[in-house]
């Protein structure tokens, strides 16, 4: 199947889907407002190098946090331990955390497990979350791909009453410093043609708890895998609760692996509500037992804020 046919349809109307919600996002009003830290997608190193586009590809633990369905696209069994360090309105933030992944054991069940903790050492505030996640997943003919992901949220700060969500209002009611304490799910879902061309979509935080924290939100990409050494991928993502109206998010990834050991990444990312550019960089090895992973992001608009992040990955079978 060549996909410079003019009669694929998947892909060209998906392609249409996410251009011309594209061109919506752009015609929207951004805001002069800066995000609420600790409210960043999580994501993992290798995704952080991408920008977040991994809706549509196989994409390992990242999956966890960006669609369950991605999990069963391909056969893994991988724990993944990972640090990051960010710097988000003139604080510094640490994370630190570890997931498991296993589509090996089942070849149309995958299942995923990931626990991680976020702290600020600002003096002003103390802020941290736990954000623990358990996914499964299910592989139909190696073309359709479903998953759920079960989401255990906490999250306590003393920041003021005014500072607690980027529309002003608090970012959930509360009771002294905490700010979340809630489950919530994600679900997903993939179609994926001749292992080239991925479309993916995912909602996020599906149960909406009622907090920026953990907004209700849609994704959905497109991805191409070329000769199993170059992944080209973009994703839209849209906020229906974090903010008075509606926010937006464009993203983009590509991974290039040399010699099929060294995968290099670029991406971008556009939040149309806070008027945001973000560019990322990745690097990594892989060799048959264990990879490496380095990943970067920089907010080009507040040179101020970025993010920068470390994970080793244990191959298993």
């Not at 994409?59 to 993944?80: D, E, F, K, Q, R």
């Not at 255990?152 to 700060?157: D, H, I, K």
């Not at 490496?292 to 079978?317: E, V, Y």
Request: charged share 15%.
């Amino acid at each position: 199947m060549s996909i410079s046919n003019p009669r694929f349809t998947p892909l060209r109307a998906s392609s249409a889907v996410l251009v011309a919600t594209l061109c919506l996002a752009l015609g929207s009003t951004a805001r002069a407002e800066e995000p609420l830290y600790g409210t960043s997608t999580l994501l993992d190193p290798r995704a952080l190098g991408l920008a977040g586009a991994l809706v549509a590809t196989p994409s390992s633990v990242s999956g966890l946090y960006l669609n369950p369905a991605t999990i069963s696209m391909a056969p893994i069994y991988h724990i993944n331990l990972m640090y990051q360090f960010s710097r988000e309105r003139e604080d510094n933030l640490h994370m630190a955390g570890g997931a498991i992944v296993d589509s090996v054991t089942s070849s149309t069940i995958g299942a995923g497990l990931s626990l991680n903790y976020l702290r600020t050492d600002a003096r002003r505030t103390d802020f941290e979350s736990w954000d623990a996640r358990l996914a499964v997943a299910g592989n139909i003919k190696d073309v359709f791909f479903i998953g759920a992901t079960g989401r255990y949220l906490r999250v306590a700060s003393d920041l003021d009453a005014g500072d607690r969500g980027p529309n002003g209002r608090p970012a959930l009611p509360s009771s002294g410093s905490q700010q979340v304490n809630a489950l919530t799910f994600d679900a997903g879902a993939g179609l994926r043609f001749a292992k080239i061309v991925s479309i993916g979509v995912a909602g996020y935080n599906l149960s909406n708890p009622g907090s920026v924290y953990a907004p209700l939100a849609l994704a959905s990409g497109v991805g191409l895998t070329l000769f199993d050494m170059l992944l080209i991928e973009g994703d839209v993502v849209i906020d229906f609760t974090s903010h008075a109206e509606v926010g937006t998010e464009v993203r983009s990834g590509v991974e290039l692996f040399l010699g099929g050991r060294v995968p290099l990444r670029v991406g971008y990312a556009y939040d149309v509500y806070y008027n945001i550019n973000t560019i990322a960089a990745g690097i990594g090895y892989v060799d048959s037992s264990f990879g490496i992973d380095i990943g970067f992001q920089k907010d080009i608009t507040d040179g101020g804020r970025f993010a920068i992040a470390l994970g080793l990955r244990i191959f298993i079978g």
